[in-house]
């Protein structure tokens, strides 16, 4: 059965949820979509096609993936806790996914259940080209700061603002959205790169200058110079990809580059 996917229309400047044949919107303007909301407006035979669409020719429709109509793009499929919260909770669920659990979601794209199992964590950095040891590194170490032992070292992307690590970039708002003008302070840094693009030391030099990073942060970005350092084939990093890695498409984009051997990873 496929899960209720969220979708953004450009024209109506708002996220929907379409479960089926029928659209749901925040229509009393609350931030969250419920059952009793349901659209029937102009556009909803259109968005009824996107998901359609979606459905027909996507295995996870990552968010920012363009319908056939160039207005609807995907906000990306509810994961398994928010289609049933959305199937029973008269308050519904948030409109839009917040940027931090959609950037989580990578890791979850295989079952959509909200949690992110070992299995899947590793295999997700295999997904994005690192070996076989430096991804039981990074799963490892991920799980250790944001997995809990109850749920056998598995990350809840639901519950990832608890774990949270001081000393970050507070690109990601107290919310979990991406605070647009703290993104573009820290992307403005790329205008002194030539044709945009900075290298390792460079980027490192300007996130000292804006930002005290913790230990995790840091090491976050180490995931982040390996894997720019695999695409480009060499230690430099692209203002598209910084900004990537915060509106969720610079794993998506680097997970569907062929490999050595010409076999795409998704």
Not at 131 to 159: H, N, P, Q, Y
Not at 160 to 187: C, H, W
């Amino acid at each position: 059965m496929v899960r209720p996917i969220r979708l953004f229309h450009a024209g109506l400047g708002q996220y929907v949820i379409v479960d089926g044949e029928a659209v749901y919107a925040d229509l009393d303007g609350d931030g969250r979509i419920a059952r009793s909301e349901r659209y029937t407006g102009e556009a909803e035979r259109a968005l009824v096609g996107a998901a359609r669409h979606f459905a027909d020719y996507y295995d996870a429709p990552f968010p920012g993936a363009r319908s056939l109509d160039s207005q609807i793009t995907s906000g990306g499929r509810l994961n398994d806790k928010e289609a049933e919260r959305f199937s029973r909770d008269l308050k519904g669920v948030l409109a839009k996914r917040p940027d931090l659990m959609g950037h989580l979601d990578f890791f979850d794209r295989a079952d959509g259940d909200g949690m992110i199992t070992l299995g899947e964590n590793y295999r997700s950095w295999r997904d994005l080209g690192f070996g076989a040891v430096k991804s039981l590194i990074l799963t490892v170490s991920s799980a250790a700061v944001f997995g809990r032992i109850a749920d056998g070292f598995a990350i809840d992307v639901e519950r990832i603002a608890e774990k949270r690590p001081r000393g970050s970039t507070q690109i990601y708002g107290p919310d979990g959205n991406v605070d647009q003008a703290r993104l573009a302070e820290f992307a403005a840094s790329f205008d002194d790169g030539a044709n945009g693009v900075l290298t390792h030391d460079q980027l490192r030099a300007a996130l000292a200058v804006k930002a005290q990073l913790g230990t995790i942060p840091k090491r976050q970005f180490v995931s982040l110079f390996a894997l720019t350092e695999r695409i480009n084939g060499s230690k430099t990093v692209t203002k598209e990809q910084f900004v990537g890695l915060f509106d969720n498409s610079l794993f998506w984009t680097a997970a569907s580059m062929p490999d050595n051997s010409g076999k795409r990873r998704l």
